[in-house]
Antibody, heavy 117, light 107 residues
Framework: QVQLVQSGAEVKKPGSSVKVSCKAS????????ISWVRQAPGQGLEWMGG????????DLAQRFQDRVTITTDESTSTAYMELSSLRSEDTAVYYC??????????WGQGTLVTVSS | DIQMTQSPSSLSSSVGDRVTITCRAS??????LNWYQQKPGKAPNLLIY???SLQSGVPSRFSGSGSGTDFTLTISSLQPEDFATYYC?????????FGQGTKLEIK
C-alpha cells in the first residue's frame, strides 16, 4: 500500500506562490500518476492536474494552466505542486493522490493553504 | 469538461436503511466512474472504481452499478460509520471531474 505524506499548512499573501510537497513510500514511485485535488472550505473536490514521473509529462486542468507547476523528484519519491499568483479563492485544502490511472486509491492527508492579506 | 451531477445533495437516513445515491454524467463515460467517501477533516477514501468494482478493504454493503451516463451507489444496510459525504468522479478523460457531493446524515 502506498502512503503519501504532505507538507504542513501554509499562510500566504495574495499574489505570492506556494509549493506543497507529497512524499510517497511503498510502490514504484516513478511509474504512477500523482494528481493534485483541492477542496475549498465547505466545497467539493476539484482536480487540478497530474504527472507521471516516468514520462515526465504533466496534464493540467485548463483553468490552472498558467498558474500551476507540478514536478517530481524521483530520488526522494516526492511530488510537488506550486501554485502562483495566489488569491483568496485559492484558500483550500490541497491533496495529492495516486491515480492507477483511472481512480485515486491513495491520498495524502491534505495541506491547508490560506491566502490572506 | 464532463459535468457530474449527484442526487440528492443531502439525505437523512437511519442505521440499517438501504440508501441509493445517483450520479449522472453530461456525456457518456462508459464505466469510468468512481465513488469516494469523505469524512470531516479527512481525505477522500475510494469505495468503488470502474462503476462496480469494490476497492479492497471496503465492506460489501457498498455496491455500484451503471454505465454510460447514469450510475448509482448503494449502501445495503447503513452503519454508524457510513455517515459521511459521498462523491462520484469520472475518469473517462481529463480534466477529471467530481460530482458536488451527497451528504448522508443521521435521521
Amino acid at each position: 500500500q502506498v502512503q503519501l505524506v504532505q507538507s504542513g499548512a501554509e499562510v500566504k499573501k495574495p499574489g505570492s506562490s506556494v509549493k506543497v510537497s507529497c512524499k510517497a513510500s511503498g510502490g514504484t514511485f516513478r511509474t504512477y500518476d500523482i494528481s493534485w485535488v483541492r477542496q475549498a472550505p465547505g466545497q467539493g473536490l476539484e482536480w487540478m492536474g497530474g504527472m507521471i514521473p516516468i514520462f515526465g509529462t504533466t496534464d493540467l486542468a485548463q483553468r490552472f494552466q498558467d498558474r500551476v507547476t507540478i514536478t517530481t523528484d524521483e530520488s526522494t519519491s516526492t511530488a510537488y505542486m506550486e501554485l502562483s499568483s495566489l488569491r483568496s479563492e485559492d484558500t483550500a485544502v490541497y491533496y495529492c493522490a495516486r491515480a492507477l490511472p483511472n481512480f485515486f486509491d491513495s491520498w495524502g492527508q491534505g495541506t491547508l493553504v490560506t491566502v490572506s492579506s | 469538461d464532463i459535468q457530474m451531477t449527484q442526487s440528492p445533495s443531502s439525505l437523512s437516513s437511519s442505521v440499517g436503511d438501504r440508501v441509493t445515491i445517483t450520479c449522472r454524467a453530461s456525456e457518456t463515460i462508459s464505466i469510468y466512474l468512481n465513488w469516494y467517501q469523505q469524512k470531516p477533516g479527512k481525505a477522500p477514501n475510494l469505495l468503488i472504481y470502474a462503476a462496480s468494482s469494490l476497492q479492497s478493504g471496503v465492506p460489501s454493503r457498498f455496491s455500484g452499478s451503471g454505465s454510460g451516463t447514469d450510475f448509482t451507489l448503494t449502501i445495503s444496510s447503513l452503519q454508524p460509520e457510513d455517515f459521511a459525504t459521498y462523491y462520484c468522479q469520472q475518469s473517462y478523460g481529463t480534466p477529471y471531474t467530481f460530482g458536488q457531493g451527497t451528504k448522508l446524515e443521521i435521521k
